[in-house]
Nanobody
Framework: QVQLVESGGRLVQVGGSLRLSCGNSQGHFNAARVAWFRQAPGNEREWVAGIRWSGSSGYYADSVKGRFTISIDKANNVVYLQMNTLKPEDTAVYYC??????????????????WGQGTQVTVSS
């Protein structure tokens, strides 16, 4: 059973940093791939970053490459999204998503079986 829970979203100033967390409230993070998506008001949800549970390298959307880092704490079954040099356009609800398959297309929402409820990130100028 996988029930994802995100946390860490808040109001932050331009140029600041935040770290979002995603965990499975049912225990072990039993998924092959985990990703972060975001949805800004009036926009469609977009993929931000992804990582395989078995690996250490992350994959990123061009808009966040070099600023965001996805990582896994396997000991505590938590997936993080470290966000640095935040911009107003990063303002969105951020969602954690998980998929049981090792191989897939990162940005395709329909490939993810499990979703969290989202956490709000607001970047103020």
């Amino acid at each position: 059973q996988v029930q994802l829970v995100e946390s860490g979203g808040r109001l932050v100033q331009v140029g600041g940093s935040l770290r979002l967390s995603c965990g499975n409230s049912q225990g072990h993070f039993n998924a092959a791939r985990v990703a972060w998506f975001r949805q800004a008001p009036g926009n469609e949800r977009e993929w931000v970053a992804g990582i395989r549970w078995s690996g250490s390298s992350g994959y990123y959307a061009d808009s966040v490459k070099g600023r965001f880092t996805i990582s896994i704490d396997k000991a505590n079954n938590v997936v993080y999204l470290q966000m640095n040099t935040l911009k107003p356009e990063d303002t969105a609800v951020y969602y954690c998503a998980a998929d049981d398959r090792y191989v897939g297309t990162w940005h395709r929402e329909e490939e993810y079986s499990y979703w969290g409820q989202g956490t709000q990130v607001t970047v103020s100028s």
